[in-house]
């Protein structure tokens, strides 16, 4: 059995099966018990959040689609605590505040998974740049997660990056075949047309078959006033995905 390492980790049997924390050492009095901690660094430090776990049932293999599991595995469970229906947890308990920080640390680590760093410079039709709101963050992870099913390598940007001009766009551009933009009431549409300019004439300059998509995904929006292939993504969300998965194969 592989060692297991210090850093992040997944709980691959038991009762917390799933739980994504930090491994940072064994209990002192048993080796074979590792510490596992739910949160950022420090954390453990306010309150107990932390268990003792086997090593067998612990693991430093894990994907994004875990993370993902995870995430929306929390993302119900805390909706539930918030209304005082969950049946063992209650609100504002340690456990809860447990889970608070557990949905932190993975949101972290995804938006990390999403970094151009992970892109594979020989895969780059199978590269894309999906641009979104912070606040449309959630559909943004519903995306990545039907694109890692097909295979696809998403890298994100909440638009909380500087402007361009320190380079991370251009390594975006030859990175990648495909530009995807989110349009919502969310999206800060001088940022979209800027960075869509970009990526037009970055593509016309080095004769880059760069693939620009405009992703609708609400109701009643003003379109930009530029020409971008738009896929509607909101009337019908399996038909629109259909639509997008044609488009990046061809």
Same mark, same amino acid.
């Given at each position: 059995?592989?060692?297991?390492?210090?850093?992040?980790?997944?709980?691959?049997?038991?009762?917390?099966?799933?739980?994504?924390?930090?491994?940072?050492?064994?209990?002192?009095?048993?080796?074979?018990?590792?510490?596992?901690?739910?949160?950022?660094?420090?954390?453990?430090?306010?309150?107990?959040?932390?268990?003792?776990?086997?090593?067998?049932?612990?693991?430093?293999?894990?994907?994004?689609?875990?993370?993902?599991?995870?995430?929306?595995?929390?993302?119900?469970?805390?909706?539930?605590?918030?209304?005082?229906?969950?049946?063992?947890?209650?609100?504002?308990?340690?456990?809860?505040?447990?889970?608070?920080?557990?949905?932190?640390?993975?949101?972290? +680590?995804?938006?990390? /998974?999403?970094?151009?760093?992970? #892109?594979?410079? %020989?895969?780059?039709?199978?590269?894309?740049? &999906?641009? $979104?709101?912070?606040?449309?963050?959630?559909?943004?992870?519903?995306?990545?997660?039907?694109?890692?099913?097909?295979?696809?390598?998403?890298?994100?940007?909440?638009?909380?990056?500087?402007?361009?001009?320190?380079?991370?766009?251009?390594?975006?551009?030859?990175?990648?075949?495909?530009?995807?933009?989110?349009?919502?009431?969310?999206?800060?549409?001088?940022?979209?047309?800027?960075?869509?300019?970009?990526?037009?004439?970055?593509?016309?300059?080095?004769?880059?078959?760069?693939?620009?998509?405009?992703?609708?995904?609400?109701?009643?929006?003003? +379109?930009?006033?530029? /020409?971008?292939?738009?896929?509607? #993504?909101?009337? %019908?969300?399996?038909?629109?995905?259909?639509? &997008?998965? $044609?488009?990046?194969?061809?």
């Amino acid at each position: 059995m592989e060692s297991l390492k210090h850093g992040f980790v997944i709980v691959t049997s038991g009762k917390m099966t799933g739980r994504i924390g930090r491994y940072t050492g064994n209990k002192m009095s048993d080796n074979q018990k590792a510490m596992i901690y739910f949160g950022y660094e420090g954390e453990e430090l306010k309150y107990a959040n932390y268990e003792e776990l086997p090593h067998t049932g612990v693991s430093n293999d894990f994907k994004r689609v875990d993370l993902l599991n995870r995430f929306y595995s929390l993302r119900r469970d805390l909706k539930i605590i918030d209304l005082r229906g969950h049946p063992t947890i209650r609100n504002h308990s340690a456990s809860h505040r447990s889970l608070i920080s557990e949905y932190n640390l993975i949101r972290m +680590l995804i938006n990390e /998974s999403l970094d151009l760093k992970h #892109l594979e410079k %020989n895969r780059t039709e199978k590269n894309i740049y &999906l641009a $979104y709101a912070p606040n449309d963050a959630l559909f943004a992870y519903d995306l990545v997660s039907d694109l890692d099913d097909y295979k696809y390598t998403v890298c994100g940007d909440s638009h909380e990056l500087p402007p361009i001009g320190n380079g991370f766009f251009e390594n975006v551009a030859e990175l990648c075949g495909t530009v995807l933009f989110v349009l919502s009431k969310h999206t800060d549409r001088n940022r979209l047309k800027t960075d869509y300019l970009f990526f037009k004439k970055y593509a016309k300059e080095n004769e880059t078959p760069l693939k620009i998509v405009l992703l609708v995904t609400e109701p009643k929006l003003l +379109l930009p006033d530029f /020409s971008v292939t738009t896929i509607d #993504l909101y009337t %019908n969300y399996g038909k629109g995905l259909n639509e &997008l998965l $044609y488009l990046l194969s061809s």
